[in-house]
């Protein structure tokens, strides 16, 4: 039987008492969303924290909302909200994309956007696709608020910049015009951890590549995104033959490792086929924007 070790539980009921929670238990106290990844980790022993703070009641922290020319997505967003906005649809489908294949409607009513970051799984969907677009991450502690870019947010596998006495916020994304995205997923069945996975965003200026961001998971790229191949697109025709080489380019540099979804050849050749489709979807996206 699996058992989680003892462990104190305190419910917050505001930003504020969450974070004065954590000042008081310090860094063996972990905080509680959604917890689909958090309390199975506990019951297999491979999480013991001290201390369980739960947030469930941060109703603050639940929205998407456009703050002038940012898109803003609480922490504690539910996948199923974020997935049910028309205004992330609007302007980021990207999200719509990612949000259909993950896990089940009974994981995407409970778990949490905030949850997915902080989890830091290297398989995990959002992570690609808010690095595809830009987007920083707000995380407040006693010393206030700082802005951490997602491409920097995470440290490792199961490890972000979120130091112990700080709290994830918020998420904001620039919202620019002429831009497309999209995401594009390979999973063993409906609802798995991604054998690998690709979103793109693209901004045109005519049929040129202004912009271009691709955010890959489960296939070891660094920060889950793939910088060259976004580098040789800035500024070249948006052509199939540049979306293919841009897909080859992001395999190129990443690292996958063989486990029970796939050995490290085949996630590496999805890496560079999921970059090129989402990138052609992307592209269309934008077209039919301008």
Wanted: aromatic residues 6%; hydrophobic residues 45%.
């Amino acid at each position: 039987m699996q058992v989680p070790a003892h462990f104190e539980y305190e419910r917050a009921t505001s930003v504020d008492h969450a974070l004065a929670l954590l000042a008081k238990w310090g860094s063996e106290a972990r905080v509680v969303a959604g917890g689909h990844s958090l309390i199975p980790m506990m019951k297999l022993r491979l999480a013991r924290p001290e201390a369980l703070i739960d947030i469930n009641d941060l109703e603050e922290l639940a929205y998407v909302r456009l703050d002038g020319d940012v898109l803003a997505v609480g922490a504690m967003t539910r996948h199923a909200d974020l997935l049910a906005s028309p205004l992330v649809g609007e302007h980021y489908p990207i999200f719509h994309d990612a949000e259909r294949v993950i896990a089940d409607p009974v994981v995407r009513n409970r778990g949490t956007v905030g949850g997915s970051l902080c989890q830091a799984d290297p398989s995990e969907d959002l992570s690609a696709a808010f690095a595809a677009v830009g987007a920083a991450a707000v995380v407040r502690g006693p010393g206030g608020e700082r802005k951490v870019p997602v491409r920097e947010f995470h440290t490792g596998p199961y490890e972000t910049v979120v130091a112990p006495g700080e709290l994830l916020i918020e998420i904001v994304v620039p919202v620019r015009p002429g831009g497309g995205s999209a995401y594009e997923k390979v999973e063993r069945r409906v609802g798995d951890w991604a054998v690998a996975a690709a979103g793109a965003a693209v901004w045109l200026d005519g049929d040129t590549v202004s912009d271009a961001g691709i955010g890959l998971t489960a296939v070891g790229a660094a920060h889950f995104h793939a910088p060259e191949a976004e580098e040789f697109l800035r500024g070249s025709p948006a052509t199939d033959a540049n979306l293919v080489e841009a897909g080859r380019i992001a395999a190129a540099h990443c690292e996958p490792v063989a486990d029970q979804r796939g050995p490290s050849d085949y996630k590496k050749h999805l890496a560079g086929e999921l970059t090129t489709r989402a990138l052609r979807r992307a592209v269309e996206r934008a077209r039919g924007a301008i």
